[in-house]
């Protein structure tokens, strides 16, 4: 009797845009990069943060930001976007357009392009980008297109850029940081998406705060700012526990002397953590073994949510690049040895004397 009760059925429900894992059964949804979803183990978790260290520069981390919102407004998914640095308007306006002709997804590589990759690294598994499974999950965008202004109009966007002035509070010296986790509840609570709301329709609300604990953000005291930074997340991952909802926080943290372990502090607020490290302005923007990426994405974290232990992904060593188009995730390659022959006859110079006349090398010679 009780498996045939309506009860007996799976509590997971059906939202668009969202799938259950396969490990445990956990509601997941699109970072909008699905070479990230594969890495993160199939996407991000309901109820969870996933914190970015944002590049030198936060371009490539406002990229994966334009991906996270891209994915909720086509996914129609409710959105908050969140910054005291960005216009929201301009932000906005520049999210990426999908792509709906299955011609312009990321094509295989060519047969010439196989041919100067070394054969010990062809049978390395690359990241998987294209969406599986049966429902809709994940879309590829194209980022020299906008998305059409009147999509984004009849989208459920809520923006929150400037924090109410007078604010008496006590628990933060900043009160920036009590109005967003206003703004954050209110919105939870009116969208009845609390897991003890009983709504018509479920759905997820995404939740995009750009370049937290930026000088916008700062306090009198660097002490005050970190201060303020943690009890802000320890409240803010409080609400998400126990909503439909996920959150996607970027912080530039070369703003902060990580003397008191400010960073690895974050990485224990947060569910799961990625640092992006750009090359631009470093010694490896000119090393040939990077010259085809802009950056390496290092896994800090990895969301460990009613499991015993977390994903493991295919490789560690992952690097991305920017494409006119695109961006892209993948397993870190070494160039090809044929690549540089300059470099190379130069490194086989003999250091030694040789015995054939006039020091001419020998055809067996390496």
């Known amino acids: 009797m009780a498996l045939d009760s309506p009860k007996s059925k799976s509590r997971i429900p ?13 509601l997941l949804v699109s970072t909008g990069i699905p070479s990230l979803d594969h890495i993160l183990g199939g996407g991000l978790p309901i109820g969870s943060i996933f914190l970015i260290e944002e590049d030198t520069y936060g371009t490539y981390a406002r990229v994966m930001q334009k991906y996270f919102i891209a994915e909720g407004i086509v996914s129609n ?3 908050l976007i969140a910054s005291l ?5 301009t932000l906005l306006s520049e999210i990426p357009a999908p792509i709906t002709d299955s011609s312009s997804e990321p094509d295989v590589q060519s047969m010439d392009e196989r041919m100067k990759i070394a054969w010990r690294y062809q049978n390395l598994r690359t990241i998987d980008s294209s969406p599986t499974g049966g429902r809709v999950f994940g879309h590829f965008y194209d980022l020299t297109k906008s998305m059409d202004k009147k999509v984004i109009d009849n989208a459920n966007i809520t923006q929150w850029q400037e924090p109410i002035k007078n604010i008496k509070n006590h628990a933060f010296e900043n009160p920036a940081y009590e109005d967003l986790l206003k703004t954050v509840s209110k919105t939870l609570k009116s969208g009845k998406y609390f897991t003890f709301d009983e709504p018509d329709k479920r759905n997820v609300l995404r939740i995009s705060i750009g ?5 916008m953000w700062f306090c009198d005291s660097e002490e005050s700012t970190h201060a303020d930074i943690f009890r802000f997340l320890y409240c803010f991952r409080a609400l998400l526990r126990n909503s439909y909802a996920v959150a996607t926080i970027s912080i530039p943290i070369l703003n902060f002397d ?12 947060s569910d799961i953590a990625v640092k992006l490290e750009s090359f631009a302005g ?7 073994l990077f010259k085809d990426y802009h950056g390496l994405l290092h896994i800090k ?3 460990a949510l009613n499991i015993l232990a977390p994903h493991t992904p295919e490789s560690r060593d992952l690097a991305f690049k920017l494409r006119r188009k695109k961006f892209i995730i993948e397993i870190l390659h ?3 040895e044929l690549g540089d022959t300059t470099q190379r006859e130069q490194d086989e110079t003999p250091t030694t004397s040789s015995c054939s006349a006039g020091g001419k090398k020998s055809l067996l010679d390496f």
């Open 14 to 26: 059906y939202i668009p845009g969202t799938k259950p894992s396969i490990k445990n059964a956990q």
């Open 77 to 79: 998914h409710p959105l």
């Open 85 to 89: 640095d960005t216009e929201l308007t």
């Open 211 to 215: 370049s937290l604990g930026s000088r």
């Open 258 to 269: 990580n003397n008191d372990n400010f960073v690895e502090r974050l990485e224990h607020l």
């Open 282 to 288: 470093s010694a490896k923007e000119t090393n040939p």
């Open 301 to 303: 974290k990895l969301p």
């Open 334 to 336: 070494l160039p090809p």
